[in-house]
């Protein structure tokens, strides 16, 4: 059943919402403030004027005087009048019984709708439920969250349509924004379909308005100062009144109670509180009462300490942690200030039992395994020092670590192991960062003053989780958020930002190509067969496989949780597989030595995954870990693929499937923006004996796998995790005659800078085809044959001083009687 007009005038709300449409709070403060300065200008004008009767020495001036004071008092006390009946009109606006649900949502069912919803429903022309939603502030915002301009909603609301609300209205329930913004979505497939237009479907819509929500929930609850939540942001006289003295700690400490960032709001998302909640536990025990925190980044152990810390200002912490202090300990600082063991341990004991004697500190080490190691610098074994602390009920210990330095140094001592027991950060997932992002991002939109879409702020944490490598999800986010803000503001007139912003900035920031595809960056894709294909001969299969792989991949349109592009090239030495990569790393991303390789007939024994990882034990990082954390989007050329060690196959095996790993210490590597190619020589027989039969060795793929799988050189889940196995067949006169004549035009190219030019004749690359290949090695003896013979007949001439600068070189077919020498012409002029 379709709500009406007068469906909505039976809520008990309903008057207050007529009254706030007619004089709402902003249109009061706009009054207040215009009345305050009249009034003020009036006292002012009254004393000047009777300041400048009383030196006038004019007849009846005491006449003029009282009759000047009486008008003059008469509209101050009508401005006054006016004054108080405004402030305690907007005393009742904000202290009404139906404000504070808006800040503490506890609406009655005789409510029917939240106040929010009412206003929407109230200022709908003709019932145009839609139309009143688009036109309401509540609905613009949500709106421009979502990306629309203003010209774009100006233009929907020409053709908006009329549209029902079946929304039942109920003493029994209230309907809230969400519900609303719901049936608007769901019963209007014009206003969905504009919406999908810009990437918002139903449940990133209802994200948006739950986002919006918040923020008219933060902004309520923060023009409320007499609540309990704004009281306890400003600190208590007494309260340092009931800690003990602890100046020497103090010196290296941070208490977090009393940072800004400890105030607690009932809007805020958290998603630490449940490790908060595992410390809150241990550290309320009688004894050994201490917390190893383990996190990736700084930041992660930092949100969790700050959970615990606001439950503690909020006061809702187990009794036995109510009155504590959490005191964030800088090891860093702490260690510089000393050389000496002797002096070091004096004040370690010193600030120890000054945490014991207050008996209410939380102390944090901020970096604990930093702390151990600087102590052993010092010759120090400092644990023994602390141990009789971490066993008092005085005193309660965190120490913070990051999950490297907890496996290389806490994790096999036994002494840590006893006294601590482990709290595991675990790093949140995308949809859980958004969250975050989306409720912190508003005090940096009010700072800079200009505001995220809600595209853009989903794009900055897929850009984060792509192409940035250090840190968290949630750190990478912000750091990003913070970076862009001041690139936005040096370009005029952009005040929201949107996905094509963040794209571009990412873009900027790494050399990736994001966003929407430029005109050049098209012209290359769409052409990118063709122009592997000058470089690769005879290889078009291949060709064709990349350059889809690629376009797919810029397009958006392949699997997210896989590499760009997986390909096994099989064929005999020679034929163009390791070119075919190095083509299509020259072709698109600009430069050939871009190519990153690795020759697997390096990782053959059993200590190759470890080298290709890292090693924990001897705490060297890995070769593939570094290599893909240093080029996070390129080509991944993995040489005499076949030749690898089964553990280092098996690795890949996770890489081609799910696009990453994990590297020694458990690190994530993000391995989604790169083309694997693996060449093998495997099969390779098998390849020439049907060529030889006459058969076409890409029509019998089939077979050739089999085989290959057959032998033992790989495993068949290996064999189907690649996109694509890619068949390269032997090349012919024909095909090596033109690889001849690509590799003496490179040659001709290099020899331009120096003056000389090289004449590439058709006789010349027959001849280096005919001698230079053969049907072992295919087209790559090519490259020593001009080398010896071409290159080295060029470098004599250029030393006997016969060949200068500015003249060409050509070989010939030569005279009779020296058919296995060349007839080398040296011309006047290039």
């Given at each position: 059943?379709?709500?009406t007009?007068?469906?909505?005038?039976?809520?008990?709300i309903?008057?207050?919402?007529?009254?706030?449409?007619?004089?709402?709070?902003?249109?009061?403060?706009?009054?207040?403030?215009?009345?305050?300065?009249?009034f003020?200008?009036?006292?002012?004008?009254?004393?000047?004027?009777?300041?400048?009767?009383?030196?006038?020495?004019?007849?009846?001036?005491?006449?003029w005087?009282?009759?000047?004071?009486?008008?003059?008092?008469?509209?101050l006390?009508?401005?006054?009048?006016?004054?108080?009946?405004?402030?305690?009109?907007?005393t009742y606006?904000?202290?009404?019984?139906?404000?504070?649900?808006?800040?503490?949502?506890?609406?009655?069912?005789?409510?029917?709708?939240?106040?929010?919803?009412?206003?929407?429903?109230?200022?709908?022309p003709?019932?145009n439920?839609?139309?009143?939603?688009?036109?309401?502030?509540?609905?613009?915002?949500?709106?421009?969250?979502?990306?629309?301009?203003?010209?774009?909603?100006?233009?929907?609301?020409k053709?908006?349509?009329?549209?029902?609300?079946?929304l039942?209205?109920?003493?029994?329930?209230?309907?809230?924004?969400?519900?609303?913004?719901?049936a608007?979505?769901?019963?209007?497939?014009?206003f969905?379909?504009?919406?999908?237009?810009?990437g918002?479907?139903?449940?990133?819509?209802?994200?948006?308005?739950?986002?919006?929500?918040?923020?008219?929930?933060?902004?309520?609850?923060?023009?409320?100062?007499?609540?309990?939540?704004?009281?306890?942001?400003?600190?208590?006289?007494g309260?340092?009144?009931?800690y003990?003295?602890?100046?020497?700690?103090?010196l290296?400490?941070?208490?977090?109670?009393?940072?800004?960032?400890a105030?607690?709001?009932?809007?805020?998302?958290?998603?630490?509180?449940?490790?908060?909640?595992?410390?809150?536990?241990?550290?309320?025990?009688a004894?050994?009462?201490?917390?190893?925190?383990?996190?990736?980044?700084?930041?992660?152990r930092?949100?969790?300490?700050w959970?615990?810390?606001?439950?503690?200002?909020?006061?809702t912490?187990?009794?036995?942690?109510?009155?504590?202090?959490?005191?964030?300990?800088?090891?860093?600082?702490?260690?510089?200030?000393?050389?000496?063991?002797?002096?070091?341990?004096?004040?370690?004991?010193?600030?120890l039992?000054?945490?014991?004697?207050?008996g209410?500190?939380?102390?944090?080490?901020?970096?604990?395994?930093?702390?151990?190691?600087g102590?052993?610098?010092?010759?120090?074994q400092?644990?023994?020092?602390?141990?009789?602390?971490?066993l008092s009920?005085?005193?309660?210990?965190?120490?913070?670590?990051?999950?490297d330095?907890?496996h290389?140094?806490?994790?096999?001592?036994?002494?840590?192991?006893?006294?601590?027991?482990?709290?595991?950060?675990s790093?949140?997932?995308?949809?859980?960062?958004?969250a975050?992002?989306?409720?912190?991002?508003?005090?940096?939109e009010?700072?800079?003053?200009?505001?995220?879409?809600?595209?853009?702020?989903?794009?900055?944490?897929?850009?984060?989780?792509?192409?940035l490598?250090?840190?968290?999800?949630?750190?990478?986010?912000?750091?990003l958020?913070a970076?862009i803000?001041?690139?936005?503001?040096k370009?005029?007139?952009?005040?929201?930002?949107?996905?094509?912003?963040?794209?571009?900035?990412v873009?900027?920031?790494?050399?990736?190509?994001?966003?929407?595809?430029?005109?050049?960056?098209?012209?290359?894709?769409?052409?990118l067969?063709k122009i592997?294909?000058?470089?690769?001969?005879?290889?078009?299969?291949?060709?064709?496989?990349?350059?889809?792989?690629?376009?797919?991949?810029?397009?958006?349109?392949?699997?997210?949780?896989?590499?760009?592009?997986?390909?096994?090239?099989?064929?005999?030495?020679?034929?163009?597989?390791?070119?075919?990569?190095?083509?299509?790393?020259?072709?698109?991303?600009?430069?050939?030595?871009?190519?990153?390789?690795?020759?697997?007939?390096?990782?053959?024994?059993?200590?190759?995954?470890?080298r290709?990882?890292?090693?924990?034990?001897?705490?060297?990082?890995g070769?593939?870990?570094?290599?893909?954390?240093?080029?996070?989007?390129?080509?991944?050329?993995?040489?005499?693929?076949?030749?690898?060690?089964?553990?280092?196959?098996?690795?890949?095996?996770?890489?081609l499937d799910?696009?990453?790993?994990?590297?020694?210490?458990?690190?994530?590597?993000?391995?989604?923006?790169?083309?694997?190619?693996?060449?093998?020589?495997?099969?390779?027989?098998?390849?020439?004996?049907?060529?030889?039969?006459?058969?076409?060795?890409?029509?019998?793929?089939?077979?050739?796998?089999n085989?290959?799988?057959?032998?033992?050189?790989?495993?068949?889940?290996?064999l189907?995790?690649?996109?694509?196995?890619?068949?390269?067949?032997?090349?012919?006169?024909?095909?090596?005659?033109?690889?001849?004549?690509?590799?003496?035009?490179?040659?001709?190219?290099?020899?331009e800078?120096?003056?000389f030019?090289?004449?590439?004749?058709?006789?010349?690359?027959?001849?280096?085809?005919r001698?230079g290949?053969?049907?072992?090695?295919?087209?790559?003896?090519?490259?020593?044959?001009?080398?010896d013979k071409?290159?080295?007949?060029?470098?004599?001439?250029?030393?006997?001083?016969?060949?200068?600068?500015?003249?060409?070189?050509?070989?010939?077919?030569?005279?009779?009687?020296?058919?296995?020498?060349?007839?080398?012409v040296?011309?006047?002029?290039?």
């Amino acid at each position: 059943m379709a709500i009406t007009r007068y469906d909505i005038t039976k809520s008990k709300i309903y008057p207050v919402i007529v009254l706030e449409h007619w004089l709402s709070i902003k249109t009061l403060n706009r009054l207040i403030g215009f009345l305050e300065s009249l009034f003020l200008a009036f006292i002012i004008v009254s004393l000047v004027g009777s300041m400048i009767l009383n030196k006038l020495n004019l007849a009846d001036v005491s006449y003029w005087n009282h009759q000047l004071w009486f008008k003059l008092l008469s509209l101050l006390c009508f401005v006054l009048g006016l004054l108080i009946i405004m402030f305690m009109f907007r005393t009742y606006l904000r202290s009404a019984y139906y404000f504070e649900n808006i800040v503490n949502n506890q609406y009655r069912g005789k409510d029917l709708y939240t106040f929010t919803v009412g206003r929407i429903l109230y200022s709908a022309p003709k019932e145009n439920w839609l139309r009143g939603f688009i036109l309401s502030a509540t609905g613009q915002t949500i709106l421009h969250r979502c990306g629309l301009t203003a010209e774009k909603i100006t233009d929907f609301l020409k053709t908006c349509p009329a549209g029902q609300l079946s929304l039942t209205l109920s003493a029994e329930r209230v309907i809230f924004l969400r519900e609303l913004a719901d049936a608007l979505y769901r019963e209007n497939e014009e206003f969905s379909r504009w919406l999908y237009s810009v990437g918002i479907g139903e449940t990133e819509f209802l994200q948006v308005v739950d986002w919006v929500v918040k923020g008219i929930e933060n902004d309520e609850l923060h023009d409320r100062f007499w609540r309990r939540e704004n009281l306890a942001r400003i600190g208590s006289l007494g309260r340092s009144w009931s800690y003990g003295l602890t100046p020497h700690l103090d010196l290296y400490s941070l208490d977090l109670l009393e940072q800004p960032a400890a105030q607690y709001s009932p809007y805020e998302v958290s998603f630490r509180r449940a490790e908060a909640a595992k410390i809150e536990n241990i550290l309320s025990r009688a004894s050994e009462a201490n917390v190893l925190l383990i996190g990736e980044s700084e930041s992660m152990r930092l949100d969790t300490l700050w959970a615990l810390a606001k439950e503690i200002k909020r006061g809702t912490i187990l009794p036995q942690l109510e009155h504590k202090r959490v005191l964030l300990f800088d090891s860093s600082l702490f260690l510089a200030g000393f050389k000496a063991r002797a002096d070091f341990e004096r004040e370690v004991i010193k600030i120890l039992d000054e945490a014991v004697a207050a008996g209410d500190v939380i102390l944090v080490f901020k970096d604990f395994a930093n702390f151990i190691q600087g102590a052993a610098s010092l010759q120090s074994q400092v644990f023994g020092l602390l141990d009789p602390y971490l066993l008092s009920s005085r005193l309660q210990v965190i120490a913070a670590v990051d999950t490297d330095k907890f496996h290389r140094i806490l994790e096999s001592r036994s002494e840590v192991m006893t006294r601590f027991e482990k709290v595991q950060i675990s790093e949140l997932t995308a949809e859980e960062t958004i969250a975050v992002i989306l409720s912190n991002v508003d005090d940096l939109e009010k700072q800079s003053g200009i505001s995220f879409s809600y595209q853009a702020l989903r794009q900055i944490v897929k850009n984060a989780d792509a192409y940035l490598t250090n840190g968290d999800l949630v750190e990478k986010s912000k750091s990003l958020i913070a970076e862009i803000v001041p690139w936005i503001l040096k370009q005029k007139g952009k005040i929201v930002v949107g996905i094509k912003e963040v794209d571009d900035y990412v873009s900027a920031k790494t050399n990736i190509p994001t966003g929407e595809i430029k005109e050049t960056e098209k012209e290359t894709l769409l052409n990118l067969d063709k122009i592997l294909q000058k470089r690769v001969i005879g290889q078009k299969q291949a060709v064709l496989a990349v350059a889809s792989a690629l376009k797919r991949a810029r397009a958006g349109v392949q699997n997210q949780s896989r590499p760009l592009g997986s390909f096994l090239f099989l064929g005999p030495t020679g034929v163009g597989k390791t070119e075919t990569a190095k083509a299509l790393t020259a072709a698109y991303f600009g430069e050939e030595n871009k190519l990153m390789r690795l020759d697997m007939t390096e990782y053959q024994d059993e200590g190759s995954l470890e080298r290709l990882i890292g090693s924990f034990s001897n705490d060297k990082p890995g070769t593939l870990t570094n290599l893909i954390r240093q080029n996070v989007f390129g080509v991944l050329l993995l040489d005499e693929f076949e030749k690898a060690h089964k553990d280092v196959m098996n690795l890949f095996l996770q890489v081609l499937d799910e696009g990453f790993f994990s590297d020694m210490n458990g690190k994530r590597v993000n391995a989604r923006n790169l083309i694997f190619i693996a060449t093998s020589n495997a099969g390779a027989a098998k390849i020439w004996d049907l060529l030889k039969a006459g058969q076409d060795p890409a029509e019998q793929k089939d077979e050739i796998i089999n085989l290959v799988v057959n032998q033992g050189d790989y495993k068949p889940e290996l064999l189907n995790r690649f996109d694509e196995i890619v068949i390269f067949r032997p090349l012919g006169p024909t095909e090596l005659k033109q690889i001849a004549d690509l590799m003496l035009k490179k040659l001709a190219k290099r020899l331009e800078p120096k003056g000389f030019h090289l004449v590439v004749n058709d006789y010349l690359a027959d001849r280096v085809s005919r001698e230079g290949a053969n049907e072992m090695f295919g087209a790559r003896p090519m490259n020593r044959y001009i080398q010896d013979k071409i290159e080295q007949a060029i470098a004599d001439k250029i030393i006997a001083g016969e060949l200068k600068a500015g003249m060409s070189v050509e070989f010939t077919q030569p005279v009779t009687g020296q058919i296995d020498q060349f007839n080398l012409v040296i011309h006047q002029g290039i």
